[in-house]
């Protein structure tokens, strides 16, 4: 089956940028998500990304798409202190039920 | 205006007992879902109900039973509480997949639940 896999940590000082990586397995991956989740809350979505797209630009979050290494990428620009959180990535197929989501990649923005 | 809502928020019970999470959405999707966090924060899908009908049941022990009144609640019933129960409860909620839409998913706060 689907397998999605990020790095666990990260750790970046404030007003740097992020970059926060994930790979996955079925190339008929069709949305890609970011979600966020803070602590003692639910997950939030980011921000999606099509396959036929390579690049989505929304403020300070830039996602970078690479089919054909089965490579997404999450860069957050001027990292803050209230970025601290995990990120999830996650994907789906076209008409598929269900959302694969990785592990989480705990990202730590020191002042 | 609370989008995905989950009671209780806490659940602190002994072993072997049996308890009920609910889930509610406002937000007219068709589809819902239950995850577990652990404590590490790996996130597994254990159910999914699109318009009452259940789309995805993954390996889950038969003691927990997902029940469906109408498409805008998600029950969870739990028999028998097991040390290894002990997690984080996630509801979601999505549009749902006809059309080709992002079926972007929409979290509840949670509820986290300690088994004594």
């Known amino acids: 089956g689907e397998d999605v896999e990020q790095s666990l940590f990260l750790s970046v000082r404030e007003g740097d940028s992020s970059v926060i990586n994930c790979t996955y397995t079925?190339?008929?991956?069709?949305?890609l998500y970011w979600y966020k989740q803070e602590p003692g809350a639910g997950l939030q979505l980011l921000t999606y990304i099509f396959s036929n797209m390579d690049m989505k630009q929304d403020q300070r979050l830039t996602v970078l798409l690479n089919k054909k290494d089965k490579h997404l990428s999450l860069r957050i620009a001027d990292t803050q202190t209230g970025d601290s959180a995990i990120y999830f990535c996650a994907v789906r197929n076209t008409g598929g039920f269900k959302t694969i989501f990785g592990a989480g990649t705990r990202l730590f923005v020191k002042a | 205006d609370t989008a995905v809502s989950q009671t209780p928020k806490y659940l602190v019970t002994q072993m072997g007992n049996d308890k009920s999470i609910k889930c509610e959405q406002n937000?007219?999707?068709?589809?819902m879902y239950w995850y577990k966090q652990d404590s590490k924060k790996f996130l597994k899908i254990m159910f999914s109900?699109?318009?009452?009908?259940?789309?995805i049941n993954e390996t889950v022990p038969n003691r927990f039973s997902p029940k469906s009144p109408d498409k805008a609640h998600l029950n969870l019933h739990i028999n028998s509480l097991e040390l290894g129960d002990s997690a984080v409860y996630f509801c979601?909620?999505?549009?749902?997949?006809?059309?080709?839409?992002?079926?972007?998913?929409?979290f509840g706060p949670g509820t986290r639940l300690t088994v004594l």
């Open positions: 079925d190339s008929s991956s069709t949305y």
């Open positions: 937000l007219g999707h068709d589809t």
């Open positions: 979601a909620s999505s549009p749902g997949t006809s059309g080709g839409s992002t079926d972007t998913q929409y």
């Open positions: 109900y699109n318009n009452k009908e259940l789309i």
